[in-house]
């Protein structure tokens, strides 16, 4: 009895206020396939008004649970849902896609998956404010790139795009990797992008540096930053020097650290923090 009474006193200060994480699946036509991610609502979610909402990216050989699973600080998603009160989506896509539409191979959707069918599919199922002014995306390394591709891409989406330690060129030659590392990438590249991928400038529309231009006429709001010990930083410190060198408007930061979930992890309420500048409510 007095068990049942400790957890009766106990239960109420543990439910509290809680967000909510749904693990939901969604069919790609454009695949044929279905793929997983959660959506995680704050305690305000309760089907009274609508919110906006933010897609969060994993990285290479990631998952859509990893924003949940490998952070840190365990809880960090539902956090920052509940103290910025918006949606916040963890798609899955394929382990080195890049979140690009491969023009040789039809498994490979992940551009069409995420804006034609992903999106559509959240702002039916959930109370979202269904509207590009409402809407951000952001994510880690492969993608980072996803995150600031799309929204070049696809600037009716996305108000905001930012970036941790992102994949900025796909190129491997000036990522600092061992050279067998950078030849499995540029074999797996080739594979879905095709033999005659140009990784020089003019740079390929695949890769993020490719979009430069596109950044500078949709005046979206971007963020990019690396850590100054990540393997990915020369790819960093190129796109903020062809940003500055066309005029497009963005924040880009170097602090301290490696491409590690300890770096991401302190990351996310950085970007979080940028994001709901631009959000509209």
């Not at 749904?22 to 793929?35: C, G, P, R, W, Y």
């Not at 999106?119 to 809407?135: C, F, G, M, N, W």
Request: charged content about 20%; overall charge negative.
């Amino acid at each position: 009895m007095k068990k049942l009474l400790i957890l009766l006193v106990f239960l109420p200060s543990f439910v509290f206020a809680q967000s909510k994480v749904d693990t939901i699946e969604v069919f790609s036509q454009a695949m044929n396939k279905t793929l997983k991610a959660t959506v995680t609502t704050p305690s305000s979610y309760d089907g009274s008004k609508q919110f906006a909402t933010l897609y969060l990216l994993h990285g290479g050989s990631g998952a859509f649970s990893d924003w949940h699973q490998k952070v840190t600080e365990p809880g960090l998603v539902n956090r920052m849902a509940e103290q910025y009160n918006l949606i916040i989506v963890t798609p899955g896509v394929g382990p080195s896609s890049y979140y690009f539409d491969s023009p040789v191979m039809d498994s490979v959707q992940y551009e069409t998956y995420i804006t034609a069918e992903l999106i559509p599919h959240v702002d039916q199922a959930y109370k979202t404010l269904a509207k590009k002014e409402s809407r951000a995306i952001t994510g880690l390394s492969m993608g980072g790139h996803g995150a600031i591709m799309l929204s070049a891409k696809h600037p009716e989406l996305f108000i905001a795009a930012t970036s941790m330690s992102g994949v900025m060129n796909i190129d491997t030659r000036i990522w600092d990797v061992p050279q067998d590392f950078s030849s499995l990438r540029q074999m797996q590249q080739k594979a879905m992008l095709g033999e005659d991928l140009q990784y020089d400038s003019p740079f390929s529309s695949y890769t993020a540096v490719g979009l430069v231009d596109r950044m500078k006429e949709n005046r979206t709001a971007l963020l990019m930053d690396c850590g100054v010990d990540d393997f990915l930083l020369e790819t960093n410190r190129q796109m903020h020097q062809m940003l500055l060198d066309n005029g497009t408007a963005h924040e880009y930061t170097e602090r301290p650290g490696a491409h590690t979930w300890e770096y991401w992890t302190d990351a996310l309420p950085v970007h979080l923090l940028f994001i709901n500048k631009h959000l509209t409510r």
